[in-house]
């Protein structure tokens, strides 16, 4: 095998990476919303508690914990990926970029990349795994857009 007949059969590949990448960073995006919401996996707030319901926080975190649950199943991918990507993208100018423009050093590092992994998903769609795609292949679907 050459090396472009590789590279042209690695590349037949990205429908289903781009779906590994949507999955991936859902599930660990959600992980932020439910550690700040119901202390799960653990507890991440100042005290150990949980995030108020009616504050900026407590939004962020239901933003992340159920938004990330539709990324994770690629259900209606494109909104709710851009929806997040201006969370995070809020994220980083109120709680990180205040401290510094580098990103290692202000910690906004998860929140940078958040937001462009959810601004691509929001262009791009959620590939081929995902109920998206399945809702776009049934015959009802295509019955309605004829």
């Given at each position: 095998m050459t090396a472009p007949t590789v590279v042209a059969r690695w590349s037949t590949w990205a429908p289903q990476l781009r779906s590994v990448l949507r999955i991936f960073a859902a599930f660990t995006f959600m992980q932020f919303g439910t550690a700040k919401l119901f202390a799960f996996p653990g507890?991440?707030?100042p005290g150990g508690g949980t995030a108020p319901v009616v504050s900026l926080v407590g939004l962020a975190s239901i933003l992340e914990s159920f938004g990330g649950a539709l990324l994770l199943v690629g259900?209606?991918?494109r909104p709710v990926a851009f929806l997040l990507a201006g969370e995070m993208a809020v994220a980083y100018f109120i709680g990180h970029g205040s401290h510094g423009f580098w990103?290692?050093?202000n910690q906004g590092t998860p929140a940078v990349i958040y937001c462009f992994v959810w601004l691509y998903l929001s262009a791009a769609g959620a590939g081929p795994w995902?109920?998206?795609a399945r809702i776009a292949r049934s015959?009802?679907?295509a019955a309605t857009i004829a």
């Amino acid at each position: 095998m050459t090396a472009p007949t590789v590279v042209a059969r690695w590349s037949t590949w990205a429908p289903q990476l781009r779906s590994v990448l949507r999955i991936f960073a859902a599930f660990t995006f959600m992980q932020f919303g439910t550690a700040k919401l119901f202390a799960f996996p653990g507890a991440i707030m100042p005290g150990g508690g949980t995030a108020p319901v009616v504050s900026l926080v407590g939004l962020a975190s239901i933003l992340e914990s159920f938004g990330g649950a539709l990324l994770l199943v690629g259900l209606f991918t494109r909104p709710v990926a851009f929806l997040l990507a201006g969370e995070m993208a809020v994220a980083y100018f109120i709680g990180h970029g205040s401290h510094g423009f580098w990103t290692v050093l202000n910690q906004g590092t998860p929140a940078v990349i958040y937001c462009f992994v959810w601004l691509y998903l929001s262009a791009a769609g959620a590939g081929p795994w995902s109920l998206d795609a399945r809702i776009a292949r049934s015959p009802r679907s295509a019955a309605t857009i004829a």
